[in-house]
């Protein structure tokens, strides 16, 4: 072991290493019969001593993946051949799996998935492939790894919000999970709903999104059967400020949607059209242009018409309104689009619909007559309807308070008239008009 | 007791019955399951009072079991439930039923989220207390049990947060089931509840017979310690903290200093760290015997630890390490066997390891006493005080009062002029703001012809700064330097600087003027500020800027209460009438406004 830290220190002794670790590479990959029982413990420990460290502190401590450079291992020089040297190791054609399982062991696997968390993503992208011929060629360690793997990821959402290779270990797993047997284990249905939902709730989502979408559409394609508990999933963790995100959840719901089967879509379609209604509504121009793409995928559109008679109420309000208030001419425009498809699609339902809200508005208007006129905030449509239900709720509440302090004097008894404020609250409840 | 809260109830019942068929449960259940989030959230947080409607009896009968069959809700909704359901005890009808409230919060002690889960094990713990030792054995134990065999990580890691409130009250073989299950918990498949068990390890140890602690406990401690996992093995050290509180001198020395030796030389920088961070109350639970005999050698390593962030973390402990040592042979200690380390840590080549030590370090001259200090620690303050890094200079700075008391700060003076003049030209303003805060205790500790002398120009310059909240902070420095020094001095050199600002080309200096007679009109009293800083002010009044008028404004308003009613009606009035006039809009918002507070119209 050298100190790379001093970049000065024993070069000749670097140079040494560095060129015995060079040979050894080049005698592993071209060379054939060299890798004999005896051999094996050896270069176990070898790569073992190398590469298994603490990572060091990192330096910086808010360190975002997206925005700052990471700190690159000092050591790689020599690092990078020990990794080289292993890979060729494992890959060559003499390698014998029966004889290397004594020495790869579960210890040493979860030392070898400790290092992904490594700044260094050279380091990473190493133990990316060395870790999927690990999990190649020793069956009776693949369990483990996945075990071990939700492990690090469950430490991840819940504990730490800080695991570099999340990426690395996700794109791992597409792979594993593609090649997942059919009728799949529970234990594999549990890893997905426990493991990789509660994923998409983790702050830096954006560093892995696109691998963590893809092992849930492999999941899909596998057993279409646990598409409702995907998108069930997917709408608790919809992101409530962060447009960024929201953009990725979009993304990925219509990569569900392309691969659905239409007696799921059947299922799900009410609450996930009004989350894609919201996302129309948003302020944010990204996440409204990304919710109404939706309308250009014909597969989607075809789900749609199919369903346009639960669909199109779900929608049809919010669009109206938004077509009418959206900031953003894009928007406005994409929406006429859409609302000219629906009255394509089904005239009538279009028509009626669009009857039924000007008739709402307009009890709306009357009992509220002023619509504010600059601030381009998108209000949820107040119906009249609403309005006495608010105001029922406020005298729901008010009741309850009354009756409330009532029971306290009744069972304090009137020895001690209890300090109450008489006027009851301003309920709550009402606050939505 | 049962008797006289079943009377109560009934009472209750009856006088609302009328009121009871208006609030059918079907409506409450309907508030809390409102399409809308934040109307489902204000129904939670009035949980109480749809409770009191309903009267004990109906809350047991009929919203607890809704509560908790429809546990499925956002995580914001069921932490809002959980910690409404830790003070609910009273609403179901006291003690006698407060296992009642067990159901919902076992469920919500299984939810993924942690916020959730931890509200719901701090409510539970709390009614825990609130149980008889019976309903105790009855329902709450079960629950634990419950939980900490359950098969998602999730349960069993909320139960290791229970078994230290339900052991003391238990029956002995209760107390062993108790003790198994939590054996059984730091031993589990899941690192994430081996963590949890860690970190109550300490706290179940506390409530446990002695026996128990060395038989079962120390056990478990050095497994936890020697874990596969170094996020375990650091808790493992935390929890030593209590369990060394627990054991005798010799106990320890057995069984449990072998264990915090590897911690403290474990391979994993973290847990190393642990060590170094928990060094204080280690040193209080294990007594003097075992620290000099075992954790100063440990102590000293972590000084010259190969991670920074180890040293730095036990070079923070430096100070508290040497005030807890026995009186008795402390200083030869300190001198043979820390020193020497110290010494080495003032040229760290990491600067977080200097500023670390550079914040305690002055700490240890009133431990040594003069001599030493004067011997000793100065040539290492010295040095800091010249280092390249300005915290380091920075943190020596700010703890001189320390220093001040055992040998007085005229030994540092020579060297603490260049270090100070350096960090206030220092390029990064945050720099500059920081000694600027420190100015008035070195001008206490330094005297004022030192402060004249050297430090004067300084404050001054800071006047100009370019950057506006370094002009603020040395306004407000004024004012804690007149304080210090008095009016006479005030007038003296502070004030003439001041008002010469007032004719300054800049319009931001000229503002700094009055912002400066803003803050120092009180501290200098009625004669100067009539006398010398009125008619200043009265003259910018004229300032071709708007913003230094309406600021004359301001400042008027701000003087005028120092000020006598005859200087008020003569001069102030008749000016600020003139700024009422004024054409921008600000200028005349504040006359008015200065106008109206000091009753002038």
């Known amino acids: ?433 | 007791m049962a008797g006289v809260a079943g009377t109560r109830m009934g009472q209750g019942a009856a006088g609302g019955d009328g009121d009871d068929s208006l609030y059918p449960i079907a409506v409450l259940i309907d508030e809390l399951r409102n399409e809308d989030v934040q109307l489902r959230l204000n129904s939670i947080k009035k949980l109480s009072t749809i409770a009191l409607a309903l009267g004990v009896e109906r809350t047991r009968t009929e919203l607890l079991p809704f509560l908790t069959d429809t546990i499925y809700d956002e995580d914001e909704v069921l932490l809002a439930l959980a910690e409404q359901l830790g003070n609910f005890t009273g609403l179901v009808g006291g003690p006698d039923f407060a296992h009642c409230l067990l159901p919902p919060l076992e469920s919500l002690a299984t939810v993924e989220e942690t916020v959730v889960r931890d509200k719901a094990v701090e409510s539970l713990r709390q009614i825990s207390q609130e149980h008889t030792p019976v309903a105790l054995e009855a329902h709450f134990v079960p629950l634990v049990k419950r939980l900490a065999s359950g098969d998602w990580f999730t349960s069993r890691t909320s139960a290791c947060g229970l078994f230290s409130v339900c052991y003391p009250r238990a029956s002995n073989a209760v107390k062993a089931e108790i003790r198994q299950h939590f054996r059984s918990l730091c031993s589990d498949d899941t690192p994430m509840v081996r963590r949890a068990a860690a970190s109550k390890l300490g706290e179940f140890a506390k409530v446990l017979e002695l026996d128990s602690v060395k038989s079962e406990i120390v056990p478990l401690f050095t497994n936890l310690a020697s874990d596969e996992q170094d996020s375990v093995r650091l808790l493992a050290v935390e929890a030593c903290v209590n369990i060394a509180q627990l054991l005798s001198e010799d106990d320890l020395e057995a069984l449990v200093m072998p264990t915090l030796g590897q911690a403290a030389e474990d391979k994993s920088w973290r847990v190393r760290y642990m060590v170094a961070d928990k060094f204080s109350e280690l040193q209080k639970a294990v007594g003097p015997k075992i620290t000099l005999n075992d954790l100063i050698p440990a102590f000293q390593n972590l000084l010259k630890d190969c991670e920074a962030e180890v040293r730095a973390a036990a070079a923070h402990k430096v100070k508290e390490l040497c005030e807890n040592l026995p009186m008795e042979g402390r200083e030869t200690i300190i001198m043979n066997q820390i020193l020497p380390y110290i010494k080495e840590l003032v040229s760290d080549t990491n600067q977080h390891v200097k500023s670390a030590l550079a914040s305690v370090i002055m700490g240890l001259s009133t431990i040594l006493g003069k001599g030493n200090t004067i011997e000793h620690l100065l040539p290492l303050f010295l040095a800091q005080l010249k280092d390249e890094c300005p915290e380091v200079r920075l943190n020596i700075i700010s703890n001189l009062d320390c220093v001040n008391e055992v040998i007085g700060i005229r030994q540092l003076s020579q060297s603490l002029l260049p270090a100070i003049v350096e960090l206030a030209e220092d390029a990064k303003w945050r720099v500059r703001l920081a000694i600027i805060e420190y100015m008035p205790l070195l001008a206490g500790q330094l005297g004022v012809e030192f402060f004249d002398e050297k430090l004067n120009s300084l404050c001054m310059a800071w006047l100009v700064d370019h950057v506006y909240a370094i002009r603020e902070a040395a306004t407000n420095g004024l004012v804690k330097l007149v304080q210090k020094f008095g009016k006479e001095w005030a007038q003296n050199t502070i004030v003439p600087k001041v008002l010469v600002m007032a004719n300054d080309p800049n319009y931001l200096h000229r503002m700094t003027t009055l912002f400066c007679i803003n803050a120092l009109s009180e501290a200098c009293g009625q004669e100067i500020t009539t006398k010398q800083m009125l008619p200043v002010v009265l003259k910018m009044a004229r300032d071709q800027v708007a913003n230094v008028r309406f600021n004359v404004a301001k400042s008027l308003q701000k003087i005028g209460p120092v000020l006598d009613t005859n200087a008020l009606q003569e001069e102030v009035k008749p000016v600020l009438q003139k700024l009422g006039q004024d054409e921008d809009v600000d200028v005349k918002y504040f006359a008015q406004e200065a106008i109206s507070v000091l009753a002038l119209a």
């Open chain 1, 1 to 433: 072991m050298f100190d790379f830290l001093d970049c000065v220190a024993d070069l000749k002794g670097k140079e040494v290493k560095r060129a015995a670790l060079n040979e050894l590479v080049e005698c592993v990959g071209s060379t054939r019969g060299v890798l004999i029982e005896p051999v094996y413990p050896d270069i176990i420990r070898m790569i073992s001593v190398n590469i298994f460290r603490t990572l060091p502190p990192s330096e910086n401590p808010e360190f975002d993946p997206e925005e700052d450079e990471p700190n690159l291992e000092p050591s790689w020089p020599h690092l990078q051949l020990v990794y080289e040297f292993f890979l060729r190791f494992l890959e060559s054609p003499d390698f014998q799996p029966s004889v290397a399982k004594r020495y790869v062991d579960q210890k040493f696997v979860l030392m070898l998935l400790e290092l992904f968390d490594s700044e260094d993503p050279r380091e990473r992208e190493y133990l990316k492939t060395i870790l999927h011929r690990v999990y190649g060629k020793f069956l009776g360690l693949r369990a483990y790894i996945r075990k071990q793997c939700s492990h690090i990821f469950l430490r991840f959402i819940y504990e730490l919000e800080h695991f570099n290779g999340v990426a690395e270990l996700l794109e791992i797993l597409g792979s594993i999970i593609n090649g997942f047997a059919l009728p799949l284990k529970t234990e594999h249905k549990q890893f997905l709903v426990r493991v990789l939902i509660p994923l998409h709730s983790v702050k830096s989502l954006s560093v892995f999104h696109a691998q963590l979408a893809y092992c849930v559409v492999q999941f899909l394609e596998k057993d279409a059967t646990l598409t409702e508990h995907v998108i069930r999933g997917l709408l608790k963790y919809w992101p409530k400020t962060c447009t960024q995100k929201e953009v990725m959840f979009l993304g990925e719901m219509e990569e569900i949607l392309d691969v659905i089967e239409p007696s799921q879509f059947v299922k799900i379609q009410e609450p996930l059209f009004k989350q894609v209604a919201r996302c129309v509504s948003s302020p944010h121009f990204q996440v409204a242009e990304r919710a109404l793409y939706f309308w250009n995928n014909e597969y989607i559109l075809s789900l749609i018409e199919d369903n346009c008679h639960t669909v199109l109420p779900a929608v049809f309000g919010t669009l109206y309104q938004v077509s009418k208030e959206h900031w953003n001419q894009t928007i406005v425009s994409l929406i006429y689009n859409v609302l000219k498809t629906f009255m394509e699609m089904n005239g009538k339902l279009f028509d009626e619909l669009t009857a039924s809200y000007k008739l709402e508005k307009q009890h709306a208007g009357a009992s509220e007559p002023s619509y504010p006129l600059h601030p381009p905030i998108i209000l949820p449509s107040t119906s009249s309807r609403e309005q006495q239900k608010a105001q029922e709720r406020q005298e729901l509440w008010q009741g309850l308070e009354e009756l409330r302090l009532r029971r306290l004097q009744g069972t304090q008894g009137a020895k001690e008239a209890p300090l109450q404020r008489l006027t009851p609250q301003v309920a709550t409840g009402g606050g939505q008009s």
